[in-house]
């Protein structure tokens, strides 16, 4: 059995529904991807997915589902997706055992 590129945790799950529920246009689940960019050199992207697009991964994990982008899935593997709700801000971290380095603000990291 392959490994699953992306697990969710249960609160990242939970957040993912709860976003979902809000959603404008039917989006079908949410892609994740990798960009350029950022103080250590890539950062994550999310953005809701209306479609499948070619050659995506698809993981159903806690009743949601992940669409990661085929660009992204060498650098995304094995890692857990996680939500994170503090006084002054929330995010949704990942947790990658790929990455070498991360910058100080979180937000990037390297391969």
């Excluded at 949410?30 to 950062?43: L, N, T, W, Y």
């Amino acid at each position: 059995m392959n490994q699953q590129v992306i697990k969710l945790s249960i609160n990242a799950a939970e957040r993912i529904k709860e976003i979902m529920s809000k959603a404008e246009d039917k989006a079908i689940g949410v892609r994740v991807g990798v960009k350029s960019g950022g103080c250590a050199g890539m950062s994550y992207v999310m953005e809701y997915a209306k479609d499948i697009k070619p050659n995506e991964e698809i993981v159903e994990d806690r009743g949601v589902k992940v669409l990661i982008d085929p660009k992204a899935i060498m650098y995304l593997l094995g890692t857990e997706m996680d939500y994170k709700k503090e006084k002054f801000s929330s995010q949704f971290i990942f947790k990658n055992p790929n990455e070498t380095e991360r910058c100080g603000c979180g937000e990037s990291f390297k391969i």
